[in-house]
Antibody, heavy 123, light 107 residues
Framework: EVQLVESGGGLVKPGGSLRLSCAAS????????MSWVRQAPGKGLEWVGR??????????DYAAPVKGRFTISRDDSKNTLYLQMNSLKTEDTAVYYC??????????????WGQGTTVTVSS | DIQLTQSPSFLSASVGDRVTITCRAS??????LAWYQQKPGKAPKLLIY???TLQSGVPSRFSGSGSGTEFTLTISSLQPEDFATYYC?????????FGGGTKVEIK
């Protein structure tokens, strides 16, 4: 079964840090372009950032609100994606989804989604 | 960043209705557009990619069209399980963006 399972969410104070993980199974993780997408309570979807496959350079891109504070990395040996979040702000409070774009649709969509993990930034 | 504007933001319709949602991009994005469906408390699900390609397993009543700056998602005959929020997403630029969403509710 194709699956993404996020973990690591929780409550953190403003200015704090948190690392999210996303374990992949059922597809060739090393070939996928992986993204994080978040959704604040009652709001729409917001793309956070993406990491390409190593064969496509392993490059990362980030949305403007998180650039310089968040870092996406991957460990293909563990089929795991990470999101390191530093200098957290209250506006980072959201459900964070891990997503995958498998090779046939790299540039055209995200075909695998996790169930999400909740991050709450509050004092 | 490329902005995506969806319209309407809210739509009330009946079972069996034909429904059309529009997504307009602030600049041309060729066919680098996807549509997703999200139900309350659930993760989004890919419906359409490359503007008009139906994702495997998605019912054929869903279709997508358009290129450049204007795109549409059409549901030919609305079913009870289709009441949800729909989002478009552009993947043309290195910074991906989503539209604001269209909530489809039962009339």
């Amino acid at each position: 079964e194709v699956q993404l399972v996020e973990s690591g969410g929780g409550l953190v104070k403003p200015g704090g840090s948190l690392r999210l993980s996303c374990a992949a199974s059922g597809f060739t993780f090393s070939n996928a372009w992986m993204s994080w997408v978040r959704q604040a309570p009652g709001k729409g979807l917001e793309w956070v950032g993406r990491i390409k496959s190593k064969t496509d350079g392993g490059t990362t891109d980030y949305a403007a609100p998180v650039k310089g504070r968040f870092t996406i990395s991957r460990d293909d040996s563990k089929n795991t994606l990470y999101l390191q979040m530093n200098s957290l702000k209250t506006e980072d409070t959201a459900v964070y989804y891990c997503t995958a774009a498998t090779p046939t649709i790299y540039y055209y969509g995200m075909d695998v989604w996790g169930q999400g993990t909740t991050v709450t930034v509050s004092s | 960043d490329i902005q995506l504007t969806q319209s309407p933001s809210f739509l009330s319709a009946s079972v069996g209705d034909r429904v059309t949602i529009t997504c307009r991009a602030s600049q041309g994005i060729s066919s680098y557009l996807a549509w997703y469906q999200q139900k309350p408390g659930k993760a989004p699900k890919l419906l359409i990619y490359a503007a008009s390609t139906l994702q495997s397993g998605v019912p054929s009543r869903f279709s997508g069209s358009g290129s450049g700056t204007e795109f549409t998602l059409t549901i030919s005959s609305l079913q009870p399980e289709d009441f949800a929020t729909y989002y478009c997403q552009q993947l043309n630029s290195y910074r991906l963006t989503f539209g604001g969403g269209t909530k489809v509710e039962i009339k």
